[in-house]
């Protein structure tokens, strides 16, 4: 009996111990799977974090570097972003769409933006939150509207309006505009918001009305644009800069227009780069504060050359046709002294025959560098006082250390050098006619 009951407890033992061992081993092993599924996910994630870096890395950007200056009347050190600078798009998420006729297109997220094909009566509308950002990247796309604009920004932060690398972007407006409820859409590109303009490839714009048009501030930082208007080409309510570009207008009215009308301490050009061939029945460049060039190269053909109520030429080829003024310092702004001032660069002007002044200041002239090189019956014309402290004067064909002015009132401080100088200098003042 005892060895019975020995066997029966060694065989439930032996169970026991196989049923632990099972046991053991299915552990093991789910152990085993569980451990090989972490590291799957965890070499799943480390794969997904290395394409990502790789997409980011893909993206190579290319920077245009503003010359700006500080010491200016506008101190541009902060003017542009690098994003502004960005001539090409983070495509990577980019959302694209293909233009079709009739078939209006409605932006209403931050993000990338592609557009590519022909179409007409197509308006690209831009509505985010007023801290978003919007990039519209133009891959040769062509827009033919016949009321309204191309692209029509209703709000955000700031739009940018890229041209892709050897696209030919061509958008234009053939009619009347027609208004949008209380707002008066008369422009190609025409934005409520900051607006800013850059790429490597082209853009035609063709307008019964005004080119581009921002309510707000519009930049241009890279890319060649052709604009042919029937007002402005370029128009801004608060300002207008331009750090780089190949920019040509052909316009009716103004080449560049900035003017608020609620305000007139607003509304200044800035330009430290880029080229421009401007033809304009009015202002090449007409700014209602500081019209200040930096740098560039500027060739103006218009009735007057630069406008506004300070002028400052401190860099830059500026090669000026006019029929009216080359320069001209005006009273649009009671937030300037009326100034035109010379500090650098190389100034050409050309003027035609009658009434015309090369350089008309209803306030002070100002000569302390640069070289200023003239061809007019009137060389100068200024209210104020002028100043020689510097630089080279040219006037038909003659090195000359004189200030002349066309018409009484330039004052005594109308003597070179300004206050201090030697009366003898004196050329506008009292009596200084017909130089």
């Known amino acids: ?38 590291q799957a ?55 694209s769409y293909t233009v079709k006729d009739n078939e209006n297109i409605s932006i ?5 933006y592609i557009l590519t094909g022909s179409a007409n009566n197509v308006t690209v509308s831009v509505e985010v939150e007023d801290n978003e950002k919007v990039q519209i990247v133009l891959d040769n796309v062509s827009i033919t509207n016949s009321s309204s604009p191309a692209i029509y920004v209703k ?3 700031k739009v940018f309006i890229t041209t892709a690398e050897n696209s030919e972007n061509t958008l234009s407006v ?62 801004a309510n608060d300002s207008i800069a331009v750090a780089d570009g190949s920019i040509t207008i052909n316009s009716k009215k103004d080449g560049l227009h900035a003017e608020n009308d609620d305000d007139n301490s607003k509304g200044y050009i800035y330009i430290c780069g880029g080229t421009f061939n401007i033809n304009a029945s009015s202002d090449g460049v007409q700014a209602t504060t500081v ?20 002028v400052q030429i401190n860099g830059g080829a500026i090669n000026i046709s006019a029929s009216d003024d080359g320069i001209n310092g005006s009273n649009k702004s009671n937030a ?38 003239i061809t007019a019956q009137s060389p100068f014309d200024y209210d104020g006082q002028a100043q ?18 066309q018409f009484m009132g330039g004052g005594m401080g109308g003597m070179q050098g300004g206050p201090g100088g030697n009366m003898g200098g004196m050329q506008g003042g009292m009596g200084g006619f017909g130089h």
């Open 174 to 235: 053939t009619g009347t505009f027609t208004a949008d409820g209380d707002t008066n859409t008369d422009a190609v590109i025409f934005s409520k918001d900051d607006l800013v303009l850059n790429g490597l490839g082209k853009l035609t714009i063709s307008s019964t009305d005004n080119g581009i048009s921002s309510k707000d501030d519009l930049k241009i930082t890279g890319g060649t644009l052709s604009i042919t208007s029937s007002s402005d080409a370029l128009e």
């Open 388 to 405: 020689h402290n510097g630089g080279t004067i040219i006037v038909n064909g003659t090195e000359t250390d004189e200030i002349t002015n």
């Open 1 to 38: 009996m005892f060895k019975k009951l020995l066997g029966l407890s060694l065989a439930l033992m032996m169970i026991l111990i196989l049923a632990a061992c099972s046991a053991s081993g299915e552990t093991e092993e789910t152990t085993a799977e569980t451990t090989a599924a972490t």
């Open 108 to 112: 209403t997220q931050e993000g990338v």
């Open 41 to 95: 996910v965890q070499e799943t994630e480390t794969v997904q974090a290395e394409t990502k870096a790789q997409t980011n890395s893909d993206f190579n950007a290319v920077i245009t570097t503003a010359n700006v200056t500080s010491t200016g009347v506008i101190d541009a050190t902060d003017l542009f972003t690098e994003r502004d600078l960005t001539q090409n798009a983070d495509l990577s998420g980019a959302q």
């Open 155 to 157: 709000n955000a932060d």
């Open 336 to 373: 300037y002294t009326v100034t035109v001032e010379f500090n650098g660069g190389y100034t050409t002007i050309d003027m035609g025959q009658g009434d015309t002044d090369a350089v008309d200041s209803n306030g002070n002239l100002y000569i302390n560098g640069g070289t200023l090189d």
């Open 291 to 310: 019209a200040q060039i930096d740098g560039g190269e500027l060739n103006i053909t218009a009735s007057e050359g630069i406008e506004g109520t300070y």
